[in-house]
Structures are given as C-alpha cells and as structure tokens.
C-alpha cells in the first residue's frame, strides 16, 4: 500500500493521504486528568467521507498527554476496522504522570510501538484488511529510546516521520540525525509546514526532498 514518492521514468504510483489529529494533547488535565481531548466522532466521519471524496486514505493522528497509546489506539476501534483509515503516534505529546504537554516533550519506546502495532496487525488479519501505515512522528532522536526493539508486523507498514521546522539545510541535518539508526523495519518519512517552514527560507522542493538519503517514502505537508 505504501509506495515511494514518484520516480516517474520508473512508472512509480503516488497514494494521496490525509493526517486528522484525532487525540488532542492540551495543557489542561481535563475531566480525566489524561491531559487530552478527542474529536466527535461525527468529526471522523466527516472527515472520513471527505478523505473518500477526494480518494486518499484517512490517518488517525493520536497525541495522548498522559493516556498510554494503546489506550487511545483500542479507543478508535471502530474506525481502524475501515480499509482505507490508518493510524499515526506523535510521541513529542505523550508525557509522564507529572508531566505537561507543551512543557516538555514526550517520549516514546520501540516496545511502545510494537504493542501498538501488535494489536493493530490483529484487527488488519481479523477484518481481512488490507496493509496499514503505522506512522511515527519524530522531531529529535531522544523522543524515542529502544528503536531498535521494532520489530515487523502483518499487515503493517511501519513509517518513521521526521518533523523539524527550519530552512532547508536545518530540516536536512535534522533528517539525517533523527534517522540514523533507524531499524530496516521502518520506511523513511518527512515532513514540511506550509507556513513555519517558508518563513525561514524557501519550502524545500519535491526535488530537494526526493534527493535526501534514504528517499522518504511518506512525505506530509502541513
């Protein structure tokens, strides 16, 4: 289901998707004390017909505060039993019990990430699905410990995306930094803002992104 960016002399086939920040991380602890919110559900499935509209895939975006990432995962349930909705980790907004998000970053752990992905490969075999994107937001190697733990899953197409705000040079040492390391088991992944990034140079080119070693497979743009 993942391709890489087009390659067009190769006859390579772009898959269009939609990120939806679907769990909130907020700064007030809230009625649960999780320091999170979450969209309605009519919200998804708005956003979910939209997605069909256009013909892209729908992707969950989830940054939990202090709920664990599976608690949100099982949350969406009903949703990620469709065959066109995949899921996405921020970990920059999963914190500690004493901890705020927007004050600190987050963290994640490979087994965190495997435990996501586990269950998320049993509902892809039980509802006879087809391949998944698990995407994992990084913006600074320690956001993440025991990378190397990630282990492949049926039915799921691991991807770790680089995040990072900066002009074109910054956002390159970025990449190479966050994904030295990164375990075979995972596609490269990158990320460009519209307006954080242009205000700092010139938004990097299709050209630009597609020479960075390794080629990103996922490239978002926000």
Known sequence: MLQ???DWAAGEKVL???ELIATIALAAPGADGR???RIAESAIETWLKCA???RTMLVLNLQPGRATFLDEVTHYERWLREPDVGLALDPEWAVGPEQVPGKVFGHTTGDEINEVAQWLSRVVRQHDLPQKPLIYHI???SIISD???LTSHPGIALVKSVD???GAADKEQTYREV???TPATAHAGFKLFFQEDAAQGPLMTPSQVLALVPRPDYVVYE
């Open 164 to 166: 990072g705000i900066g």
């Open 52 to 54: 069909r509209a256009h």
């Open 147 to 149: 990378e190397a733990a």
């Open 179 to 181: 994904m030295r390391g």
């Open 16 to 18: 269009p998707m939609m």
């Open 4 to 6: 890489r960016m087009p």
């Open 35 to 37: 320091y999170r919110g």
């Open 139 to 141: 913006l600074r190697p």
